[in-house]
């Protein structure tokens, strides 16, 4: 312990200095800008229409019912340009935000989900965007006051309402503004109130008049709740018996905690917060923050005494040299050493050293998961069965031995299985086994397998008939030695409860609905569902990894603001995801795979939207809600809820009979409950998928909810940043240990509770700021639906550069270092204009998605799926089609090269040369086949800047116009016209398949050209460069000799599906009248 208290103290002394030199010469930047003010036409309260025509095309990329989301982004941006909004209001309001929706930003971008927007403006004003003509409006209203109200730590004092409408068909949004009106009105007229909750009485009263909990708050000793009522809205009602179940579950948690769990339970509040501070300053590496908590107020007036204290400010003001201040502070750092070691004894204080998750593994809070039951043999599962429900066990008990025998047999014995008597005369007919006779008795190996596969699936498909797929399954399982069932867990006291009811069928039907298991499967019902079995993984993202886990339902974290007086609550406390079987062993929340995650990842960005399909989940969110505020409560330990008489709280529900007791829910199944020896909740058989197709493989498919932890909320309001802190920048869920703002002009950076993103805030500098972002790596992180290359132990960075002057915002967005566009909004009047700009990355993935669409069709090369890329004007590749260079143009001239390769190429470390992955369908030996697309540095040795430069005339003829197949990329422009001078090209030509060529420049005209018809190009030459308007409609792809005419041999095709009248395209083939001269082609006619 004096090791690790010299080494702090020698840090302390270079922060200290550090901290003294930032006391006597403060860096002073104030921040600059102009104050906005509302112009004229939204103060007159004119329809406002904000266009995102010129925007549109990005909305191409996302799916149906993420577009309503983009354009109320959008909508927002054109709103705040119309109010003339200065730069530094733009970024304090967005810095978290990113207003061009895709997964490559999803867990990056706290952007809003579902109706409603709001932001602040400079005057202290919040606008609210509300749905007009929306049944759930005044919800959207609600929430999104709720979650302005949960980062600034109060209401705005004014609040303003735009009603919306989209106009698809015009791709716009109209705006009819409101007076504004104070906050607390508008709370009102849209169903808020606040209640004491102190008796049991006003408790009830209050959940009778509302369904949304969104504040609990002690005033003066008082317990008071605030929430929502919104009429005609789906909700579900919370009662105070379900309310009491929670607390009580709280309570047993703290007491079993305390006596069985914490080993600090007997220690005293002076000792406690000894250990809280030998924690703090582990976590803590910011410096300042050291500094702070060395000299914090319990060091200095509790754990010191006042003549100790006094000591050590008068050595410090006299130490004259660094030496001397060193020798001070090392002495200091022991004598807090020696008054904490003085506390605690030394087993006390190296249990506080260490992490203390396990204290959470004892705790009996509130929860609920269905775990895998026990192992057992199949002779043991079967005697669990009910001949009634499973008549085959006695009907045809001969095939269900002979199925048991085979899943638990060896491969000799498996053989030996297959080949007996029962398969040859009992379970094949004749026609089947003379199918594969012949093969079976085949010495040539290929024969041999194919007809053993088809006599295994034939077996296979036999039982399937017979005993049904998902039985089939359960008995190979079971004889692998996976558990058979699952048993229901309950945490805190909520088996048999209506509580534990909503958390075991919310749990039960995520892992229903997503394998299409029982009734009320939410597809076409809900905008964007889609089940496992009907969703097809992007080739890019499969792969041939297994996996296993749980879905699982949390606290949102970021949705819950704790303070010491009260819990504000955002609209959306709960959270879907995955525990994952880590292969170190147990389970924990890792990022899956795409095919693993992409329904959990879809459902909670769409949670809002399921509940409203089946309200069980609103009334699970909000048992989230009170947990939070319960935990809360128990933890500070001053007042609590009233709780009900234990004689009215029914506790003996079964699942299936509370299934029964309510028709109005969505999800319907014959549940195969079995009853395992031991056992003492309601116990299953594990749930099988159907069969389906995925990444060109077979699968079949076969969770639980915690509510807020007491230590975790603790922790929470010990770490959490308060708005004062952050001033304009207020957010919840912001680690104040890690974060350094400035609360005047909110510059600084800005770490998150988890400490996975950092939001690094510049200054503004006249009109423009910049936030950078930086966050961990993701095995899974997509662009559209292709993977990122990138690999998942390098940070990603977003750079968001932002400008504004009256009117105009301008926000470029980059990834990686590299642009991927430009957002700008231009504004006047009551018309705003939302357009975006592709930068690279943007087109690189629009390309890809071209290549990707033809490489998904069956039997596709490279080199084909090549010539569709979009945007590029020069494309070759190399003989074997196994890799092609792309010339991708951007708008503004700028131009990279693209390398697609066949093969899955390893992971890059930075964005310079940012990759996507792309696959195409397999063949007998491989499920897929996968393909890399490699933006590459502009200065790359293997491929030139530019194309060549052919001159006719004095006009640019082939620039950026044609497409050339040869071995290799050219370096220089040079090297290519040299080659055509050697006749190299023409060689190339006569050996195999044709110079590939394609032009860009449709129907522009550099010269008169030569007007023919439609396969008559001419005889007689071999080299020329042409320019040829076609006259008549042709087809090229896929018809080889179209414009082959002639003797000379194979003619140089066009590429593309088809060529119209009157389009101008260039055209190369071989002449030995032509030659070069200073880059210019010279041809005698």
């Known amino acids: 312990m004096k090791c690790l208290f010299r080494t702090l103290s020698g840090r302390l002394l270079l922060v200290f200095i550090i901290y003294l030199a930032s006391q006597i010469s403060p860096a002073s930047i104030q921040a600059s800008g102009y104050l906005a003010t509302n112009t004229a036409a939204v103060t007159q309260l004119n329809l406002l229409e904000i266009s995102y025509a010129n925007a549109a095309g990005w909305i191409d990329n996302l799916a149906p019912e993420d577009h309503e989301d983009q354009i109320l982004d959008w909508t927002v941006w054109g709103l705040a340009g119309l109010l003339e909004l200065d730069v530094q209001t733009l970024r304090n309001n967005f810095y978290d935000q990113i207003p061009m929706r895709d997964p490559l930003f999803q867990d990056v971008a706290a952007n809003r989900i579902g109706p409603g927007r709001s932001f602040r403006d400079d005057q202290g004003i919040l606008h609210v965007l509300a749905p007009a003509g929306d049944p759930y409006a005044a919800r959207a209203i609600g929430l999104v006051l709720d979650d302005y109200r949960k980062d600034a730590g109060e209401d705005a004092s004014l609040t303003r309402l735009y009603w919306y409408q989209i106009d698809y068909e015009n791709q716009k949004v109209i705006l009819q503004p409101e007076e504004p009106k104070e906050t607390a009105i508008i709370r009102e007229e849209y169903g808020y109130l606040e209640m004491r909750v102190d008796t049991l009485a006003e408790l009830q009263s ?27 809205t789906p909700s579900k009602q919370i009662t105070v018996e379900d309310l009491t179940v929670l607390q009580r579950g709280y309570r047993s948690a703290v007491t079993s905690q305390a006596s069985a769990a914490d080993p600090y339970s007997v220690l005293d509040p002076k000792q406690r917060k000894a250990i809280e501070f030998l924690t703090e300053l582990e976590e803590t590496e910011n410096e300042e923050k050291l500094v702070e908590l060395f000299f914090s107020e319990f060091v200095i007036e509790e754990l010191l005494s006042e003549e100790e204290a006094v000591g050590v400010v008068i050595a410090l003001e006299a130490a004259q040299t660094d030496a001397e201040l060193e020798q001070v502070l090392i002495d200091y750092a022991d004598l807090v050493r020696k008054k904490i070691e003085d506390l605690l004894s030394d087993e006390q204080l190296q249990e506080s050293l260490e992490d203390n998750d396990t204290i959470a593994d004892f705790s009996t809070e509130p929860g609920f998961s269905l775990d895998p039951g026990q192992a057992m043999t199949a002779p043991e599962l079967l005697d669990l069965l009910d001949p009634k429900q499973y008549p085959f066990l006695t009907e045809n008990r001969e095939l269900v031995d002979f199925t048991i025998a085979y899943a638990e047999a060896e491969d000799e014995e498996a053989v030996d299985l297959l080949y007996s008597d029962f398969v040859f005369e009992k379970l094949l007919n004749e026609e089947e086994m003379a199918s594969v006779a012949k093969g079976l008795l085949s010495e040539d190996e290929e024969e041999f397998e194919a007809a053993y596969s088809k006599f295994v699936e034939l077996i296979l498909n036999r039982l399937y008939e017979n005993l049904g797929v998902e039985f089939v399954h359960l008995l190979f399982d079971t004889a692998k030695g996976n558990p058979p069932y699952q048993v229901a867990r309950y945490d805190g006291g909520l088996q048999g409860t209506e509580a534990g009811m909503t958390y075991f069928y919310t749990d039960i039907v995520a892992k229903g609905w997503g394998d299409e298991i029982g009734e009320g499967v939410p597809t076409g019902q809900v905008p964007g569902f889609i089940s496992n079995l009907e969703a097809k993984t992007p080739w890019g993202h499969c792969t041939t990894e297994d996996e296993s886990g749980r879905i699982w339902f949390g606290l949102r974290e970021e949705a819950v603001s704790i303070r010491e007086n009260r819990v504000d609550l955002g609209s959306l406390t709960t959270r879907i995801f995955t525990l994952i079987t880590d292969p170190n062993g147990g389970e924990r929340e890792i990022e899956p795979s795409y095919s693993f995650g992409r329904l959990v990842w879809w459902w909670d960005r769409h949670y809002i939207a399921m509940a409203d399909y089946e309200p069980q989940y609103h009334r699970l969110d909000q048992l989230m809600r009170w947990s939070a505020a319960i935990a809360w409560l128990v933890n500070q330990n001053e007042i609590l809820l009233p709780e009900a ?441």
């Open 645 to 1085: 008489p234990a004689n009215t709280i029914k506790n003996d529900w079964q699942f299936g009979d509370w299934l029964n007791e309510h028709p109005e829910l969505k999800w319907r199944l014959d549940i195969p409950f079995v009853k395992p020896p031991g056992e003492t909740t309601e116990a299953l058989l594990v749930l099988y998928s159907k069969t389906y197709t995925n990444c060109g493989k077979e699968w079949i498919n076969y969770g639980g909810i915690s509510n807020a932890a007491l230590k975790r909320m603790a922790e929470m309001l010990r770490l959490s940043a308060t708005p004062g802190e952050l001033g304009p920048v207020a957010r919840t869920g912001i680690n104040s240990l890690e974060t350094v703002v400035n609360p005047t002009t909110g510059t600084g950076k800005i770490v998150n509770l988890s400490g996975t993103i950092t939001r690094n805030i510049d200054d503004v500098i006249g009109n423009a700021t910049k936030v950078d972002v930086v966050t961990e790596g993701r095995k899974v992180w997509s662009f559209g639906p292709f993977k990122a290359n990138i690999n998942e132990t390098t940070p990603r960075r977003v750079s968001l550069g932002l400008s504004a002057n009256p009117g105009v915002i301008n926000q470029k967005i980059a990834i990686q270092g590299i642009e991927v566009g430009e957002i700008s909004v231009q504004a006047g009047g009551t018309v705003a204009t939302v357009t975006w700009q592709p930068g690279i990355v943007d087109r690189f993935r629009a390309m890809v998605h071209s290549v990707q669409e033809v490489l998904a069709r069956p039997q596709v090369t490279l080199a084909e799926a090549a010539t569709s890329a979009r945007g590029s004007s020069m494309i070759y590749y190399t003989k074997d089609t196994n890799r092609a260079f792309l010339l991708l143009d951007d708008i503004g001239g700028n131009k990279r090269w693209v390398m697609i390769e066949k093969g899955s190429l390893p992971a890059v470390d930075t964005g310079d040369n940012f990759a996507l992955r792309l696959g195409a369908p397999g063949n007998s030996d491989e499920n897929f086949v996968s393909y890399t697309a490699q933006l590459l540095d502009d200065g790359s040795s293997t491929t030139g800047k530019s194309w060549v430069k052919l001159k006719n005339d004095n006009a640019l003829l082939a620039s950026h116009s044609t497409i050339v197949k040869i071995e290799q990329p050219m370096g220089q422009a040079e090297d290519l016209t040299s080659l055509i001078g050697q006749g190299v090209l023409s060689l190339e030509a006569a050996r195999g398949p044709p110079v590939y060529l394609q032009s860009r420049l449709a129907n522009q005209v550099l010269e008169e050209g030569l007007r023919i018809p439609a396969g008559g190009i001419g005889t007689g030459h071999q080299v020329k460069f042409v320019q040829v308007e076609i006259t008549e409609d042709i087809a090229v792809l896929g018809k080889p000799d179209v414009l082959a005419t002639g003797s000379s041999g194979e003619w140089i095709r066009p590429l593309g599906t088809a060529i119209t009248a009157g389009t101008t395209i260039i055209l190369v083939y071989l002449d030995d009248d032509c030659h070069v001269e200073q880059e210019q082609m010279q041809c005698e006619e």
């Open 206 to 232: 209050f959940l009778s008049q509302t369904r949304h909990l969104s504040r609990l708050e002690l005033r003066s000793g008082q317990l008071w709740a605030g929430g929502w009522n919104w009429p005609n």
